[in-house]
């Protein structure tokens, strides 16, 4: 899906998929919130590579300016949690989130990665 998403005509069936894969993304969920929802990576990079997305449509992260505080509290006690449950505070980890030509789908999200896998 991912090379999909880089097509021009692509974009926007890929673009339905995320605003609405809270519904339908068949993903063993690890966490989930009212905003948030997070689950392993379908295609790792790394040994923990746990992607992170907003349950609404957010192409990029300069579309989430308005969102409520309450949003990105839910994203950090969500991130905060699988740091924990992982034990990653002692053995590593990255937070991020990539924006435009970086971005290879069209749906603002964080990848949480440590090249210790604690499962």
Not at 1 to 16: E, G, Q, S
Request: with cysteine; aromatic share 12%; net charge positive.
């Amino acid at each position: 899906m991912l090379k999909a998403a880089r097509f021009r005509l692509a974009k926007p069936l890929v673009t339905i998929l995320f605003r609405n894969m809270d519904k339908i993304l068949p993903a063993d969920r690890l966490c989930e919130n009212e905003f948030w929802m997070a689950f392993h990576h379908p295609k790792p990079e790394y040994p923990l590579h746990i992607l992170i997305l907003p349950k609404q449509g957010l192409p990029a992260l300069i579309d989430a300016a308005y969102c409520p505080p309450e949003f990105y509290a839910a994203l950090f006690s969500m991130v905060r949690t699988l740091i924990l449950e992982k034990d990653l505070e002692k053995r590593g980890y990255r937070l991020i989130s990539n924006g435009g030509p970086n971005q290879s789908i069209p749906q603002w999200h964080w990848h949480l990665i440590s090249d210790f896998h604690s499962e």
